[in-house]
C-alpha cells in the first residue's frame, strides 16, 4: 500500500553566479510585462512611446528597448505605421497556446510537487482561499482576482525550479492574459460557477499528498475550461473593435478547443 508523506524532500543548494546589475530598460520592462500579465492593459489598446515614457519617469531609449522586447515575446505589437498595440490573438491562436500552455504548465506542476517546500505550499493555500473568498463576494474585484490567480499559478510553476520552463510559459501568459482578463470581465458567467474553485482546490489538496499526475490534472483542467469558455463566447473575434456592453452579446460563431 502506497503512503504519502507531507515532508518534502530537501531542495539541493546550487551555487548562485552573480545576477548583472538591472538597467532602466529592464526595469522598464518588468513593469510593462507586469501590466500584461495582470491584464492591466486591454488587447488592441494603443500605446505610445511618450506617454509610456511619461508613465515610467523615464526617458524613450528605455521605452523603446522593452516595447522591441515584448514585441518579440509576442506581447506587444508593432505595425506598419509605427503604432503599437496590446496582442489581441485571433481565436485559432488562442486555441494554439492554450494547448501548448496545457502541456507546459501541467509538467511544471508535475515536477514542483515532488520537490515543494512547505513555506511554498503554505503560501499557495493562502492564494486559492483568497481567490475563493474574493470570488464568492457580491462584487468580487476582476483586477484582484486576476493578480491572485496568477500568483497562485506562478507559486506552482517557481517551485518548479526550471528557468526556462518558466520563461516559456511567461511568455504564452504575456500573449494571452489581456484577452483572457478582457473576456471575463464583460463575458456573461457569473463567477461563482467558475470551475476554477473546485480545480483551486483539487490542486492544493494533490500538492500536500505530493500527487504530481493529479496536480498536471488540476492544472491543465483549470486552463482548458477557461480557454474553452472564452472560445465559445466568440469574444476574441471583436476584442480591441468593441466596446464593454458588445462584449456580452453573445457571438454566431464558435470555436473550440
Known amino acids: 500500500m502506497t503512503t504519502h ?68 515575446e509576442g506581447g506587444l505589437q508593432m505595425h506598419t505605421n509605427r503604432t503599437i498595440s496590446v496582442n489581441a490573438p485571433t481565436p485559432a491562436k488562442f486555441g494554439e497556446i492554450i494547448k501548448i500552455r496545457c502541456a507546459l504548465e501541467g509538467l511544471a506542476a508535475e515536477v514542483a510537487c515532488r520537490q515543494m517546500t512547505q513555506t511554498e505550499l503554505m503560501k499557495l493555500r493562502h492564494h486559492a482561499q483568497r481567490f475563493e473568498k474574493e470570488g464568492h463576494k457580491a462584487r468580487p474585484n476582476p483586477t484582484l482576482l486576476a493578480r491572485v490567480n496568477r500568483d497562485l499559478h506562478f507559486g506552482v510553476y517557481r517551485a518548479a525550479n526550471m528557468p526556462q520552463l518558466l520563461e516559456m510559459i511567461e511568455s504564452l501568459w504575456i500573449q494571452v492574459t489581456p484577452a483572457i482578463s478582457s473576456t471575463l470581465r464583460h463575458a456573461t458567467r457569473g463567477v461563482k460557477q467558475w470551475e476554477s474553485f473546485a480545480h483551486h482546490a483539487k490542486l492544493i489538496d494533490s500538492l500536500s499528498r505530493r500527487d504530481g499526475v493529479r496536480a498536471r490534472q488540476a492544472i491543465v483542467a483549470d486552463i482548458r475550461d477557461t480557454g474553452s469558455f472564452i472560445l465559445r463566447s466568440g469574444a476574441l473575434e471583436f476584442l480591441g ?14 470555436h473550440r478547443l
Open 5 to 72: 508523506t507531507n515532508t518534502p524532500p530537501p531542495r539541493k543548494r546550487t551555487h548562485q553566479l552573480p545576477q548583472p546589475r538591472a538597467t532602466e530598460a529592464d526595469n522598464v520592462y518588468g513593469k510593462l510585462k507586469m501590466l500584461l500579465l495582470t491584464g492591466a492593459l486591454q488587447p488592441g489598446q494603443k500605446l505610445t512611446l511618450r506617454a509610456l515614457a511619461d508613465q515610467f519617469g523615464t526617458s524613450i531609449m528605455p521605452i523603446r528597448d522593452a516595447i522591441r522586447r515584448l514585441t518579440a
Open 241 to 254: 473593435d468593441v466596446s464593454p456592453k458588445e462584449l456580452r452579446q453573445p457571438s454566431r460563431r464558435q
